[in-house]
């Protein structure tokens, strides 16, 4: 079992940079693939990245693809995600979420989430 916790959002300017930070307890979040979704009002929520539990495999969803980048320190159960040029678009709660199955996009495959933490983003 991990618990997670998002930190990091808050209020940028378009063309602004955020970098996520999302803090796991206990001694099996290296085992764990990560996950980053987020949830726009009114929307389903959204694949943003994944990460493989060495960090050796990464993508994104095409959306943030060159712009955003995630990686991970299991020496220090974290997680970040790097996010530039942000665009008004980019506007919703973000998530980390771990899970055991490999290369997947799909929430339902997580399952364990954070908090969540807000990203606003002004044009």
């Known amino acids: 079992q991990v618990q997670l916790v998002e930190s990091g959002g808050g209020l940028v300017q378009a063309g602004g940079s955020l970098r996520l930070s999302c803090a796991a307890s206990?001694?099996?979040?290296?085992?764990?693939?990560m996950g980053w979704f987020r949830q726009a009002p009114g929307k389903d929520r959204e694949f943003v990245a994944h990460?493989?539990?060495?960090?050796?495999?990464?993508y994104y969803a095409d959306s943030v693809k060159g712009r955003f980048t995630a990686s991970r320190d299991n020496a220090k159960n974290t997680l970040w995600l790097q996010m530039n040029n942000l665009k008004p678009e980019d506007t919703a709660v973000y998530y980390c979420?771990?899970?055991?199955?490999?290369?997947?996009?799909?929430?339902?495959?997580?399952?364990?989430w954070g908090q969540g933490t807000q990203v606003t983003v002004s044009s």
């Open positions: 990460i493989s539990w060495s960090g050796g495999s990464v």
């Open positions: 979420a771990a899970g055991s199955v490999a290369y997947t996009t799909r929430p339902l495959d997580y399952g364990y």
């Open positions: 206990g001694r099996t979040f290296r085992t764990y693939a």
